[in-house]
Protein backbone atom coordinates (compact mmCIF):
# COMPACT_ATOMS: atom_id res chain seq x y z
CA UNK A 1 0.00 0.00 0.00
CA UNK A 2 1.36 3.36 -1.01
CA UNK A 3 1.81 5.85 1.38
CA UNK A 4 -0.53 8.62 1.62
CA UNK A 5 0.68 12.64 1.53
CA UNK A 6 -0.88 14.56 4.19
CA UNK A 7 -0.71 18.37 3.18
CA UNK A 8 -2.10 20.42 6.44
CA UNK A 9 -2.92 23.05 3.59
CA UNK A 10 -5.23 24.63 6.14
CA UNK A 11 -2.17 24.96 8.97
CA UNK A 12 -0.21 27.23 6.41
CA UNK A 13 -0.30 30.74 6.49
CA UNK A 14 -1.29 32.37 3.04
CA UNK A 15 2.65 33.33 2.69
CA UNK A 16 3.45 30.23 3.39
CA UNK A 17 1.47 27.99 1.47
CA UNK A 18 2.47 30.40 -1.78
CA UNK A 19 6.42 29.43 -0.53
CA UNK A 20 5.68 25.92 -0.49
CA UNK A 21 3.75 25.66 -3.48
CA UNK A 22 6.51 27.09 -5.25
CA UNK A 23 8.79 25.10 -3.58
CA UNK A 24 7.13 22.12 -4.67
CA UNK A 25 7.17 23.11 -8.25
CA UNK A 26 10.79 23.69 -8.46
CA UNK A 27 11.99 20.82 -6.73
CA UNK A 28 9.68 18.61 -9.52
CA UNK A 29 10.65 20.65 -11.88
CA UNK A 30 13.11 18.05 -14.05
CA UNK A 31 12.80 15.15 -11.63
CA UNK A 32 12.63 12.44 -14.12
CA UNK A 33 10.07 10.58 -11.03
CA UNK A 34 7.70 13.08 -12.11
CA UNK A 35 7.75 13.56 -15.82
CA UNK A 36 4.05 14.50 -16.77
CA UNK A 37 2.57 15.74 -13.30
CA UNK A 38 -1.33 16.12 -13.23
CA UNK A 39 -1.85 19.37 -12.58
CA UNK A 40 1.11 20.79 -14.19
CA UNK A 41 3.55 22.80 -12.68
CA UNK A 42 3.15 25.53 -14.91
CA UNK A 43 -1.06 25.55 -13.47
CA UNK A 44 0.59 24.95 -9.72
CA UNK A 45 2.75 28.37 -10.57
CA UNK A 46 -0.08 30.03 -11.50
CA UNK A 47 -2.65 29.20 -8.70
CA UNK A 48 0.01 30.08 -6.61
CA UNK A 49 0.78 33.92 -8.43
CA UNK A 50 -3.20 34.19 -8.09
CA UNK A 51 -3.34 33.57 -4.71
CA UNK A 52 -0.42 35.60 -3.95
CA UNK A 53 -1.75 38.73 -5.90
CA UNK A 54 -5.00 38.43 -3.94
CA UNK A 55 -3.15 38.10 -0.91
CA UNK A 56 -1.25 41.07 -1.27
CA UNK A 57 -5.09 43.14 -2.86
CA UNK A 58 -6.36 41.69 0.57
CA UNK A 59 -4.11 43.13 2.31
CA UNK A 60 -3.96 46.58 0.82
CA UNK A 61 -7.26 47.09 1.51
CA UNK A 62 -7.75 45.54 4.76
CA UNK A 63 -4.68 48.56 5.28
CA UNK A 64 -6.53 50.94 3.40
CA UNK A 65 -9.74 49.89 5.71
CA UNK A 66 -7.77 51.09 8.88
CA UNK A 67 -6.85 54.51 7.30
CA UNK A 68 -10.08 54.99 6.27
CA UNK A 69 -11.23 54.21 10.12
CA UNK A 70 -8.45 56.64 11.48
CA UNK A 71 -9.53 59.33 9.13
CA UNK A 72 -13.14 58.93 10.14
CA UNK A 73 -12.13 59.07 13.44
CA UNK A 74 -9.84 62.08 13.38
CA UNK A 75 -12.89 64.39 11.33
CA UNK A 76 -15.69 63.06 13.69
CA UNK A 77 -13.22 64.35 16.78
CA UNK A 78 -12.72 67.71 14.52
CA UNK A 79 -16.89 68.09 13.69
CA UNK A 80 -17.77 67.30 17.18
CA UNK A 81 -15.26 70.06 19.02
CA UNK A 82 -16.16 72.45 15.97
CA UNK A 83 -19.71 72.00 17.00
CA UNK A 84 -19.36 72.27 20.81
CA UNK A 85 -16.67 75.69 20.18
CA UNK A 86 -20.04 77.07 18.40
CA UNK A 87 -22.36 75.98 21.10
CA UNK A 88 -20.28 77.51 23.77
CA UNK A 89 -20.67 80.54 21.98
CA UNK A 90 -24.00 80.51 21.24
CA UNK A 91 -23.98 80.59 25.08
Request: no cysteine.
Amino acid sequence: MANKIKLDLQGYTVPDKIQFMRQVVTEMTGNANFTTPAPTLASITTKANTLETNFNTQQTAQQAAKTATTNLGTAEDAANAGMNSLANYVE
